[in-house]
């Protein structure tokens, strides 16, 4: 009996994890309810679907953008390597969520209701790329600790280009001073809000107390890259990088 007892207690532990992991994963990821890859009807898997064109965009910014194949190799030299196949998925979303890392499963879902052209794949896979870098080189707490989504969600829209200065003249947001530093707060909030069930004043907060910390930390990138340029330059240094550590 004192033997089923210990063992209980663990098991709850995962059940609470779980049911935290849903209110987060599955409430904008529907299809993430089911075990396992979802069933395809035949017209889904018959035609050239959104699938599909996900898949394409995919493989694109994978072997294509100078942001992508830096944190692939980040990710590589930390231990997580990513294979496209088992840690990527492309999946119908609600609401306009473009993509999110699942933690639980160590999957990056690309909303491909909702990625439309290839920049904006670029971005997505780059922004997700980011918390999954983070996942991987920290015990990040996603799920109770909103201060830790709040760091995440700045490195993320600090340098996955989000805040770019095309991007935000897309959005007729320019012209501010300090102007990408609020793009940064207002985009790490609007994520926060998207994704947990906490008050805008308690995102907030959070945001401002990690906020310099953590917009300061521009691993692996070692910069902010504002655009292609900056990116592939990033990753040529990485690169040196790479090869001086493993000369020491």
């Known amino acids: 009996m004192e033997g089923e007892g210990a063992g209980a207690e663990p098991q709850r532990e995962r059940e609470r994890e779980r049911e935290q992991q849903q209110q987060f994963t599955y409430q904008v990821f529907p299809e993430r309810f089911a075990e396992g890859k979802p069933k395809r009807s035949f017209l889904a898997t018959s035609f050239f679907t959104h699938n599909q064109k996900c898949q394409l965009m995919l493989l694109k910014a994978v072997d294509r953008s100078p ?8 990710m590589k030299r930390s231990g997580c390597t990513i294979s496209r196949e088992r840690h990527f998925s492309c999946e119908d979303c609600n609401g306009n969520v473009s993509g999110g ?10 909303c491909q209701n909702n990625i439309h052209n290839q920049a904006h794949m670029n971005r997505v896979v780059t922004h997700e790329l980011i918390h999954a ?3 991987c080189r920290a015990h990040v707490d996603w799920f109770t600790n ?4 709040a760091c995440s969600e700045i490195r993320a829209a600090n340098l996955s280009g989000d805040c770019s200065l095309t991007n935000e003249m897309i959005r007729f947001n320019f012209g501010l001073k300090q102007h990408h530093q609020t793009c940064v707060r207002d985009r790490a909030l609007r994520s926060i809000l998207a994704v947990r069930k906490v008050s805008k004043e308690d995102a907030q907060k959070a945001v401002d107390e990690v906020f310099e910390s953590c917009f300061n930390d521009h691993e692996p990138f070692g910069r ?3 655009s292609k340029s900056d990116a592939k330059h990033a990753h ?3 690169q040196n990088r790479d090869r001086y550590y493993a000369n020491v």
Do not use: E, G, N, W
Request: glycine content about 0%; cysteine-free.
């Open 67 to 74: 942001y992508v194949k830096l944190l692939l190799d980040a």
């Open 101 to 110: 890392f699942d933690s639980a499963t160590s999957q990056i879902v690309l």
């Open 133 to 135: 870098f983070d996942h």
């Open 146 to 149: 909103v201060k830790h989504l």
């Open 224 to 226: 902010i890259p504002h």
């Open 236 to 238: 040529r240094d990485f």
